[in-house]
């Protein structure tokens, strides 16, 4: 019986963090026995940003260790380098035949970006949901896993899928964000202020990549407060953070013994730090470890990016056939 297929790409950009492993590497792993997968890394998206190409190849090594090192199996999931797939550039030129300079002005990271970056607003920032679309539906996706920031993007994606069923021909699924049928863990910076980013506010995010050391000196640096005043207290967001660091590494002994402390008001929060330090260098050390090895092995990461690349051709081909021959292009 056929896997529904799904699509996913990560941008070779920053270092990937605890908020990216448990916000979806963990449900990657879990996806790849019950999907058909594509995984990406998104080189030609990440030249809308960072258009410096000198580091982009050590930064794709590491993104595909580290992917790797998380649990995804190369034997299972085609893992591979977008720029690999020349298809999906060609379905990339069609599909912006579809799409209107009006819409694309008014998507919100669109224009988040170009207040962030006056003096960078290219055609490919303009386009990135275009290239985006074209991700999914050269494999003909039925799932992408999204954060709340890409929802647009991906609705876009199905405009785009019916704009070309209405012109030329049924050809593309509508593709969906994946429900995954648990929810996902909301890590917040250390510090208080937001989620943790794989590029911003070092200090407050647990890197996958980050020392023992560092790993202790962030978490002993944990925003926190004076403890709570009466019994059974709700948390605040801060200190709820750090407990749900401590439900995902810790064991539930430990978790129900600091639960109780703060409800009886006897919470020593350099106490909870420690415990939580020890149990998050148990936690990052062996991927940090397995994907220091990957990373520093060509032979073995050129091979699975090509035994990657070859299954996303060949089905990318398959749909670009279909694509041409609707469109009476080259036949």
């Known amino acids: 019986m056929n896997k529904e297929i799904v699509v996913s790409g990560i941008r070779p950009t920053g270092v990937l963090h605890l ?3 448990f916000g979806a590497m963990k449900n990657y792993v879990k996806m790849q026995d019950e999907y058909d997968c594509y995984f990406f890394v998104a080189d030609w998206h990440s030249l809308t940003t960072h258009p410096d190409t000198k580091a982009l190849k050590g930064s794709i090594k590491r993104v595909l ?3 790797i090192a998380c649990g995804l199996d190369p034997e299972k999931v085609a893992l591979y380098v977008q720029s690999d797939v020349p298809e999906i550039a060609e379905l990339y030129l069609y599909l912006n035949m579809l799409a209107y300079k009006g819409e694309l002005e008014k998507v ?6 170009v207040r962030l970056s006056p003096d960078n607003v290219n055609a490919g920032l303009l386009t990135y949901p275009v290239l985006m679309a074209s991700d999914i539906l050269i494999h003909r996706a039925k799932y992408v896993p999204v954060g709340k920031d ?7 994606a199905r405009n785009f899928a019916e704009r070309f069923n209405h012109r030329y021909t049924e050809l593309f699924p509508a593709p969906y964000a994946f ?6 863990s909301k890590i917040l910076s250390l510090d208080g202020n937001g989620k943790m980013s794989k590029s911003e506010n070092a200090m407050g995010t647990l890197y996958l990549n980050d020392s023992d050391d560092a790993i202790i000196k962030k978490i002993k640096k944990a925003k926190t407060d004076a403890g709570p005043e009466t019994p059974n207290s709700e948390k605040p967001e801060y200190i709820e953070n750090l407990f749900t660091l401590m439900n995902l590494v810790s064991s539930k002994e430990v978790v129900d013994k600091f639960e109780n402390d703060f409800n009886t008001c006897n919470i020593r929060y350099g106490d909870l730090k420690g415990q939580l330090a020890e149990d998050m260098v148990k936690f990052i050390a062996p ?5 220091a090895v990957i990373e520093n092995d060509e032979v073995y990461l050129s091979k699975i990016t090509k035994l990657g690349a070859d299954k996303a ?3 990318a081909s398959e749909t670009l056939q279909m694509v041409r021959k609707a469109m009476h292009m080259f036949n």
């Open 150 to 156: 890409q929802e647009q993007h991906l609705e876009m």
């Open 179 to 184: 429900n995954f049928k648990t929810a996902l």
């Open 287 to 291: 991927i940090r470890e397995k994907a």
């Open 313 to 315: 051709r060949a089905r």
């Open 65 to 67: 260790a580290e992917n």
């Open 108 to 113: 919100p990271t669109f224009k988040d970006k």
């Open 19 to 21: 908020g990216n492993y």
